[in-house]
Structure formats: structure tokens, C-alpha cells
């Protein structure tokens, strides 16, 4: 049997909360006090809860979703999910590529092309720009150091998208939220993973700033529509990368570890 006690809880408003919804405490009980007096309620029950519920529509717990975000890329789901997007994708391709003049794709990087796990489960999901990467696994692990190592690995699914994209002779645009001041480490970084003999790397010029990143993407895309390519295929981690137009088809891949605008 629990035994609940709390002095800023009257009996009437105890009633009130039992009428506005579904709270176990309130399930069959013996409620005593003094409706006319300041004397605390007491509220005993065999089904009562070992802590009080709320009636308040909170967001999703984030350290739960952290604990849920971790599993889904240990149990191996997250990449099977890469997966199947990047074989819609390279089904897509494969059709669409003889029908038209000039194709290519554009991919994003980060989350897309490159894994960033190592530093995301090091930071426990947060971003710090600044910083030194020195001490993996452990963190904290700052994002500019991490990139400019150029440790990240291709993500299995998307090389072999880009690799089939190529042997189709499909021009591969990489067009990334990145900076132009980390080009070298990210165009080093790219063929060491396998991601060769691409037509183009897009970054983001160093002092832009823009609300979104569709707002530097989208242009960047049209801008390779005027050179005559026809971009059947746009893909990214993150709906602002697929934002904007300037693609036959999107493909949105999965990514629950952090939200780009």
C-alpha cells in the first residue's frame, strides 16, 4: 500500500484533479481532511502510483530520446534505413539517368556522404564548434577539428549509390553546409573514403550566413542547372538539404541525432 501526503494539495482541488482526467491516483482511495480548514490531504490507495502523473503535454523526454537515438545506430537500424533510401535512390538513378540530357545528382555530406558518429556519441549529442577532437572515443570533441581531420567514413550505402551513380557516367555534385575554409580537409577526406572522380564540391562561403540552409543550397543547385546538367536525384540527411526545387526527386535519409534549419 502507498501512502501520498502534501500539504499544498486541498481536498477540493484533489477532487478537481480526479474529474479533469485519467490520474491512478485517484483511483479507489480514502481521501481525509478538513474541506474548511488548511489541514493537508492524505491519500491512500493499493493502485496508486509510487509518483504523482501530470496532466501536462510535455515534449518527449530528451535523455530518453538520446538512449533511443544511441540504439538505433548500435543495433544496426539506423544504416539498414540508409539503406533503403539509397536503393530507391539508385533504382531511380539507373532509370532516370538514360532518359535525359546531362544527368546528375547532388549529395549532401555530412550525415549523407560522411558519418560524424565518432564525435556525435563523444559530444552525448550536442555541437561544439570550437574546440580540439583529441581524445576520441571520449569527448568533447569540437565539430570544425573533427572535419578539418578528415576521419570521417563513408556511409556503405551511399558509396555504393555514388559508385553505381558513376559507372552510369552520372555527374556527382557534393554540395555541403560546410565552410570554404575547410576544402582541403573536406576534398582529402572524401577520396580517402571512396568518393572519387566527383564533378563538383559546393561549400558554404566562409562569412555567409543565411536562416537556412536551403537558402544556400537551393541557388547553389540552380546554379548547376544552368551549366545544362539536369539533376534528377537531390539527397540529404535533412529536409532544409532537399528544400527549394530544383530536382526531379528527393530523398530524405534518416537522421534522429540532431536538426539542421
Known amino acids: 500500500m502507498s501512502h501520498v501526503s502534501g500539504a499544498p494539495l486541498r481536498a477540493a482541488a484533489f ?14 482511495s480514502s481521501v481525509t ?16 502510483p509510487t509518483y504523482a502523473q501530470t496532466l501536462i503535454d510535455q515534449p518527449a523526454n530528451v535523455g530518453d530520446a538520446k538512449i533511443a537515438a544511441v ?14 533510401v539509397a536503393d530507391a535512390a539508385r533504382t531511380w538513378v539507373q532509370e532516370e539517368a538514360p532518359r535525359v540530357s546531362k544527368p ?27 574546440g580540439p577532437c583529441d581524445a576520441l572515443p571520449a569527448g568533447p570533441c569540437g565539430a570544425e577539428a573533427w572535419e578539418l581531420s578528415g576521419k570521417a567514413k563513408a556511409l ?40 572519387r572522380d566527383f564533378a563538383a564540391l559546393y561549400l558554404k562561403p566562409n562569412a555567409m550566413k543565411v536562416a537556412s540552409a536551403a537558402d544556400y543550397k537551393a541557388p547553389v543547385r540552380q546554379s548547376i542547372e544552368a551549366r545544362g546538367y539536369t539533376i534528377i536525384a537531390n539527397i540529404g540527411d535533412q529536409p532544409s538539404d532537399l ?19
Request: a neutral charge; proline letters at 7%.
Open 71 to 84: 540504439d538505433y545506430y548500435n543495433s544496426g537500424r539506423y544504416l539498414k534505413d540508409v539503406g533503403v
Open 156 to 195: 556503405p550505402p551511399m558509396l555504393a549509390l555514388y559508385q553505381a551513380a558513376r559507372a552510369d557516367n552520372v555527374a556527382v555534385f557534393f554540395v555541403t553546409g560546410r565552410r570554404e575554409v575547410e576544402r582541403k580537409s573536406t576534398t582529402t577526406n572524401l577520396l580517402n573514403a571512396g568518393y
Open 33 to 48: 481532511a478538513n474541506a474548511s480548514s488548511n489541514a493537508p490531504v492524505t491519500v491512500t490507495s493499493s493502485s496508486a
Open 243 to 261: 528544400a527549394g526545387g530544383h530536382a526531379e526527386k528527393t530523398f530524405l535519409l534518416p537522421n534522429p541525432f540532431y536538426r539542421v534549419r
Open 104 to 130: 546528375a545528382i547532388v549529395l549532401d555530406i555530412d550525415e549523407t556522404s560522411l558519418s560524424n558518429w565518432p564525435m556525435t556519441k563523444a559530444d552525448d549529442f550536442g555541437y561544439f564548434p570550437k
Open 15 to 28: 477532487l478537481a484533479a480526479c474529474a479533469v482526467g485519467p490520474l491512478s491516483a485517484c483511483a479507489p
